[in-house]
């Protein structure tokens, strides 16, 4: 009983942080937000966040490491909410499986998230009526802090579960943060 009372407050702290986030990147935060960090370290907060707020019992995470010197990621802490939330969102459709792993390449990083759960498509993701009917907003708010913070969010096709790639221009630090 105890566990589970400590589990819901800690969730709860975890759902005002995401509003406030939502709120900021809606309000232009995102052009405020000059910090940058490693992406490995971004990677590995994000992992344990996500497993304190959205573990279930049985589901795994692991982020793999990185094969060459993490660069550093502009919007640091709009980009660490967003892997925070793929994250619990993996974690809670996953059956038993997520996994998160960074490609660098062309001055863009993606960093890839994939699960072994259900899936979604790509048109129902970008739907945020069609997901809140289902119990959430994860795919749709994490395209949002995405965009405002100057890339984007994409399914790609996998069997057995879903990929999601959030993809971050490493150049550049968003000026308009209007949001889709």
């Known amino acids: 009983m105890i ?3 400590r589990r819901s407050v800690h969730r709860l702290g975890w759902l005002a ?9 809606i309000a232009g935060v995102a052009a405020q937000d000059r910090g940058a960090a490693p992406l490995d370290e971004l990677a590995r907060a ?3 966040a996500a497993l304190q707020s959205g573990s279930r019992r049985g589901v795994t995470a692991s982020a793999l490491p990185m094969t060459s010197a993490p660069p550093q990621l502009p919007c640091a802490r709009l980009w ?19 996994e998160l ?17 259900p899936g979604i498509s790509e048109a129902r993701a970008r739907d ?10 994860g795919l ?3 395209r949002q802090l995405a965009v405002a913070a100057g890339g984007d969010l994409r399914l790609e096709p996998r069997s057995g579960g879903a990929r999601v790639v959030a993809v971050c221009p490493l ?9 889709p």
Request: net charge negative; proline share 3%; aromatic share 6%.
């Open 3 to 5: 566990a589970l009372a």
């Open 17 to 25: 942080r995401r509003l406030d986030w939502v709120s900021a990147a």
């Open 46 to 48: 994000a992992v344990n």
């Open 80 to 98: 660490r909410h967003v892997y925070e939330e793929l994250l619990v969102n993996a974690l809670r459709h996953a059956r038993s499986t997520v």
């Open 101 to 117: 792993r960074v490609e660098v390449d062309r001055g863009e990083a993606r960093i890839v998230i994939e699960d072994d759960g």
């Open 128 to 137: 945020p009526f069609a997901v809140a009917a289902d119990g959430g907003l």
């Open 140 to 142: 749709w708010l994490a």
């Open 171 to 179: 150049s550049s630090i968003p000026t308009d943060t209007a949001l």
